[in-house]
Every structure is written in structure tokens, then in C-alpha cells.
């Protein structure tokens, strides 16, 4: 069945690149998401990737997609205390209305 | 600016007692969805509408119920609450079509069930 599968907790300093990794099983995918959720709030779409793409930037954003290994990353670059948060990744199934989430990785920033 | 507002931001029920969760969305959007989120679990689907008066069951549909009377509109019904259903609660809104499938969420209810 369709699964999402990201790191629970990722530890880095402030200045330094943030790498969070996600494994998905669906290979129809048609979009792939980053959704941050930060403390007593709802989740908002960080960015997304559409499935014929390799790689997408938004300024300190990278997401990278390896289609093969059906293998997501977001890199956030020169990290700060505001992007302390839970991102989750997440796919939408083609042709459905499920969008499918993965646990969330809650990611601390050191000052 | 698009907003999806959750009527109750906590709520502490007893067993047993039944739960109202609203939600409402001013941007026109055919879908909207609830999910429960817990730690560890990620987002659940419970259950999602289409269209007024349409629903479909997600993944984890046992002990509610949904209602979609007007399209702005979707509610989320515990019968009987339970302690297991102690949890946050989380509505989003999306396109039906041509769109990325963005998902628009609530703040979230967090309900505590006693």
C-alpha cells in the first residue's frame, strides 16, 4: 500500500544546511509536497515538486527528487531559529483525492 | 487572503458525550478533509467530501461521522466520545481541478477526551 517514510527528528546549528529525507511507495505519483507545521498551528505547503522533475530551488530550498528510488529531500540553507517546525512530505496520488502523509520530522535549531 | 477557520481550538469532553468539529472555508474549494494528527502517526484521513452532501471514508472512519451541508462548510461528528479519540484535528480545503492539490489547513482542534 501507499506509504511515507521521513526521519522523526533532525538536530542542526544555526548557519548550517538542513537536509530532511523522505522515502515514498507510490511511483504514481503526480506531486510531491514539504509541509511545515509550526508549534500550535496548522500546516502550511512549504513547496512541491511535480513527478517529471528532478530538482526544484525557492531561494533557500532545494528539493530534490530521485524518481528510481522514489527518494525526497528538502535542503534548507543557512538555517535559522524561525525554521524550528515539523515539515512533513507527503504525495498526492494520481487521479485520487488522497494526499498521503508522512510522519513528520521535527527539526530543532541550535542558536 | 484564504482562510480555513476551525470553530474550537480545545475542547475537553467526557466519554460518551457527543463532539461537534466545524469547519469553514471562504475559498470556494469543492474539497475538504479531516484528519487526525498524533505523534509519531503523522496525518490520518478520516474522512472527505467532494461536494455538498458527499463524503467518503479515509483511512481511520471508525467512531465518526461527517456532515457537508453547504459547500463552505464540514463537520466532523463524534458520536461518543472516546479517551482513544483524544488527539488534534486538522480540516483542509483544496481545488477539485487545476491546481497543484495543494492542501489549505485549519489551526487545528485539539480535543481532550476525559
Known amino acids: 500500500g501507499e506509504d511515507v517514510e521521513q526521519s522523526l527528528f533532525l538536530s542542526v546549528r544555526e548557519g548550517d544546511s538542513s537536509v530532511i529525507n523522505c522515502t515514498y511507495t507510490?511511483?504514481?505519483?503526480?506531486?510531491l509536497y514539504w509541509y511545515k507545521q509550526e508549534p500550535g498551528a496548522g500546516l502550511q505547503l512549504l513547496t512541491y515538486?511535480?513527478?517529471?522533475?528532478d530538482m526544484k530551488q525557492d531561494q533557500r530550498l532545494t528539493v530534490l527528487l530521485n524518481k528510481k528510488d522514489k527518494h525526497l529531500s528538502l535542503r534548507i540553507a543557512d538555517t535559522q531559529t524561525g525554521d524550528s517546525a515539523i515539515y512533513f512530505c507527503?504525495?498526492?496520488?494520481?487521479?485520487?483525492?488522497?494526499?498521503?502523509f508522512g510522519a513528520g520530522t521535527r527539526l530543532f535549531v541550535k542558536a | 487572503d484564504v482562510k480555513v477557520t476551525q470553530s474550537s481550538r480545545y475542547l475537553v469532553k467526557r466519554t460518551g458525550e457527543k463532539v461537534f468539529l466545524e469547519c469553514v472555508q471562504d475559498?470556494?474549494?469543492?474539497?475538504m478533509f479531516w484528519y487526525r494528527q498524533d505523534p509519531g502517526l503523522g496525518l490520518r484521513l478520516i474522512y472527505f467530501?467532494?461536494?455538498?452532501?458527499?463524503?467518503e471514508k479515509g483511512d481511520i472512519p471508525e467512531g465518526y461521522s461527517v456532515s457537508r451541508e453547504k459547500k463552505e462548510r464540514f463537520s466532523l461528528i463524534l458520536e461518543s466520545a472516546s479517551t482513544n479519540q483524544t488527539s488534534m484535528y486538522l480540516c483542509?480545503?483544496?481545488?477539485?481541478?487545476?491546481?497543484?492539490?495543494?492542501?489549505?489547513f485549519g489551526e487545528g482542534s485539539r480535543l481532550t477526551v476525559l
Open positions: 515538486i511535480f513527478s517529471n522533475m
Open positions: 483542509a480545503s483544496s481545488l477539485s481541478q487545476g491546481g497543484t492539490g495543494e492542501l489549505f
Open positions: 507510490d511511483s504514481s505519483s503526480t506531486y
Open positions: 475559498m470556494d474549494h469543492e474539497n
Open positions: 507527503a504525495e498526492s496520488i494520481t487521479g485520487g483525492f488522497k494526499t498521503i
Open positions: 467530501s467532494y461536494d455538498v452532501k458527499m463524503k
